[in-house]
């Protein structure tokens, strides 16, 4: 916060009277500032991040008291809300929150045709079969990368990725292009699915070879519209081979947990019967990267 404003005290005293967190008796509890240090629920936690986003914004427009140092010398205060909004979107992003920061005010990724239909099924797809765990392994450190501000070394995870769910295939190879070859020689694809795929893998090998982080470049070179190009055409190219909807991918995920839900609200159900006086446990959460945690399944402080 403080590398984007000189006056973060005032972000976060904006955000907690929005937020109404004074105590009966004068006490201030949750305090937007330590949650977002990591104290209380998550749920809390995506409060604090709404609060402080729109107090942040809201301030950069409306805030014009100097800032006193009791020397008679006074400071504008100064708001920088590219740098601000940069910063937050990556941490979401590396915490899979299902939301970022878009023209001051929070978007579900899922409203994105890309994220709905590529990324999203792409990281579910990966993460459901064991067979696919190096390429999963790639293929989600090419994203936490991304949001580290490593769009080169993003690049070079994307395309490892690739290559990681060709082998799960049982397609080995020294480079895409060479297990595109191999794919269709041992007929897990179509002369027409090279023509369609090879275009894709050549540009996604290219772009490594350019920009990857296994060669030199200067800093600047490669920018996170690289990375989450790159990102894009790894995940279609998987979701592609694997023969299956991104929405089947997606809904069946859903379906499975719906069922688990069912299953543990029943469970608990019938603890609580057998138990009368007993504590119902806490209600598991989804392993899924994108699902939204705890109570906000339905609703989001967004």
């Known amino acids: 916060m403080k590398l984007c404003t000189n006056v973060p005290e005032r972000v976060y005293d904006a955000a907690d009277s929005h937020r109404g967190v ?58 920088d809300t590219g ?29 994105s045709v890309l994220h709905a239909e590529v990324v ?13 765990t190096a390429a999963s392994r790639g293929f989600n450190a090419a994203i936490s990368r991304l949001s580290e501000g490593k769009p080169d070394v993003a690049i070079t995870d994307a395309a490892s990725a690739v290559q990681e769910f060709f082998r799960a295939l049982g397609v080995d190879g020294n480079s895409l292009a060479d297990q595109i070859n191999v794919a269709e020689r041992k007929k897990l694809i179509t002369k027409f699915d090279r023509h369609l795929l090879k275009p894709f893998t050549d540009w996604l090998n290219s ?15 490669v920018t996170k519209a690289d990375a989450w190009l790159a990102i894009h055409v790894a995940g279609a190219l ?19 947990e719906s069922e688990a839900a069912e299953f543990e609200a029943e469970r608990l159900r019938l603890a609580r019967v057998a138990q009368p006086d007993s504590v119902s446990g806490p209600w598991g959460q989804s392993n899924e990267p994108w699902a939204t945690t705890g109570s906000y399944s339905d609703e989001t402080p967004f």
């Open 22 to 79: 004074w105590g009966t008796d004068d006490e201030i509890e949750l305090l937007s500032a330590d949650q977002l240090q990591g104290a209380g629920s998550d749920e809390n936690r995506l409060d604090a991040v709404a609060a402080v986003s729109y107090a942040f914004v809201r301030l950069s427009i409306e805030d014009d008291e100097y800032i006193e140092d009791g020397w008679r010398n006074s400071e504008a205060p100064s708001y």
């Open 83 to 111: 740098a601000f909004v940069d910063t937050l979107n990556d941490i979401l992003l590396n915490a899979r929150v299902d939301w970022h920061f878009v023209d001051n005010r929070f978007v579900q990724r899922g409203n």
């Open 120 to 132: 999203k099924p792409a990281t579910i797809l990966l993460s459901d079969l064991p067979v696919f």
């Open 207 to 221: 772009d490594r070879s350019e920009h990857g982080n296994a060669h030199g470049h200067r800093e600047g070179d």
């Open 238 to 256: 998987m979701i592609r081979l694997s023969n299956r909807e991104p929405r089947d991918i997606v809904a069946a995920r859903e379906l499975r």
